[in-house]
């Protein structure tokens, strides 16, 4: 099981090597920079959702045959190794297919009322921001949104002018998914926490870069996904704070939620359970579990100082290419993870990350839904090269020689 804060199997440099020999995908040479968008997945994970078909396929909290009792276990086990990744407790973790189905969820099963006021900002993911603006149109809440400065940092002092008593919820990004850098939610939760606000972290790009630890950020719900640090897809959590859980009701209901069900009324289960209506990804919640404990086995302190170092790689060696403008800030002493947005004067970002993909390199190319920070950027789109454990300077230095091409 992994454990938080025991990151002990690897020596203190991480041996890129041996982690490419247990990516399958990775033996041809392609070069793949586009981890924000989703990441590879290792033999470790495969085998582990294998295992789960071959050997003990069956629903889960159902059957009382050998079959559904091992999946039963292992399905929870998944639910406390990731739990523990995050320095959570296990009933704090819902699993819902991805970071915006869980995010839409928790803003459909508050209790809102017309005249609430929920604050967010402009560098926000759609899936930040909809659910939010949904709410809007649907209640006639107040979306107050917080600015960013040119470079799409978001300052503190901002938090504290729009967060005030009649503020219900505030949403924002721990990790921008267009620049890569971190934004100070411990300090936005802390502020939302003195005005009896909730604080709802998107943590979809955090949690696979960097270590957390829940209990530190001030927030009381996270959101994250598997298939953006190493899991299958079709599988992310919530981080849903005891204190709250009993607040929401669910947004969605039905087998597997109720412990008693009568023509006129039914009675919920404890939290999680209550919001996990249906049959759950079985196999995928085992291949996330074998997923955070192939992180944690590496260790995310590592993981993060080596992402560290081939971003600063990369920037130094795109800065010296004329005609490259790169996005948001790049300055010493800001902490960012391995994301970098940048365009070549004269090339759409669509054709610039075909001639990429013609030499077996991919990046994404796009708004990166995030239309609100590109206008904040003063742009329509741009590619994004984005890293992972995996990637090395050799891919980084490729990906700069077909610039030299172009
Ligand atoms: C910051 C951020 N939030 C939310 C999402 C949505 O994640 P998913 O597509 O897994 O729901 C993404 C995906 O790129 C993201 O980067």
Redesign the pocket.
């Known amino acids: 099981m992994y454990v938080h804060g025991k990151d002990k199997y690897w020596p203190d440099k991480m041996n890129i090597n041996q982690i490419r020999g247990d990516f399958p995908i990775l033996r041809d040479g392609r070069i793949y920079f586009d981890n924000?968008?989703t990441t590879l997945t290792p033999r470790q994970v495969l085998d582990a959702m294998n295992e789960y078909y071959e050997e003990f396929n069956a629903n889960v909290h159902r059957g009382l045959h050998k079959f559904s009792i091992i999946a039963s276990e292992r399905y929870e086990e998944s639910r406390k190794n990731v739990a523990n990744f995050i320095n959570a407790d296990s009933d704090e973790i819902a699993f819902f297919s991805?970071?915006?189905?869980a995010i839409n969820f928790i803003a459909l099963s508050l209790d809102w009322k017309k005249g609430d006021k929920i604050v967010t900002t402009e560098i926000e993911?759609h899936?930040?921001l909809l659910p939010w603006l949904r709410l809007k149109r649907k209640f006639g809440i107040n979306v107050e949104i917080v600015k960013a400065d040119e470079n799409g940092c978001l300052n503190i002092e901002d938090f504290e002018n729009a967060i005030d008593k009649k503020t219900r919820l505030v949403a924002l990004?721990h990790i921008?998914?267009v620049t890569g850098t971190v934004s100070q939610v411990r300090d936005v939760g802390k502020i939302s926490g003195d005005n009896n606000a909730l604080c709802l972290v998107?943590g979809?790009?955090s949690v696979p870069h960097i270590k957390i630890n829940i209990k530190e950020l001030n927030c009381d719900f996270m959101a994250f996904?598997a298939?953006?640090m190493l899991g299958p897809t079709g599988i992310?959590a919530a981080y849903i704070k005891k204190d709250i859980s009993e607040e929401l009701d669910p947004a969605c209901v039905g087998g597997g939620t109720v412990d008693y069900v009568s023509l006129d009324d039914y009675t919920l289960l404890e939290p999680p359970q209550r919001f996990e209506a249906g049959t759950p990804p079985i196999a995928e919640a085992i291949g996330f579990s074998r997923a955070v404990r192939y992180l944690g086995d590496i260790g995310m302190e590592k993981i993060e100082k080596y992402e560290k170092e081939l971003t600063k790689y990369a920037i130094n060696l795109l800065e010296d290419i004329d005609g490259l403008d790169i996005y948001g800030t790049c300055k010493p002493g800001v902490r960012r993870i391995g994301i970098i947005p940048f365009n070549i004067r004269g090339i759409n970002a669509d054709d610039l990350a075909s001639i990429l993909d013609s030499h077996g390199i991919a990046v994404r190319s796009g708004h990166h839904?995030a239309i609100p920070l590109m206008e904040v950027l003063g742009i329509k789109e741009t590619v994004r090269a984005s890293f992972y454990l995996y990637n090395t300077k050799e891919e980084i230095e490729q990906m700069i020689s077909v610039f030299g091409k172009i």
Do not use: E, I, L
Not at 98 to 101: E, G, L, R, V, W
């Open positions: 924000a968008a991805n970071t915006s189905k993911h899936s930040n990004t921008s998914n998107d979809a790009q996904s298939h953006k992310g839904c």
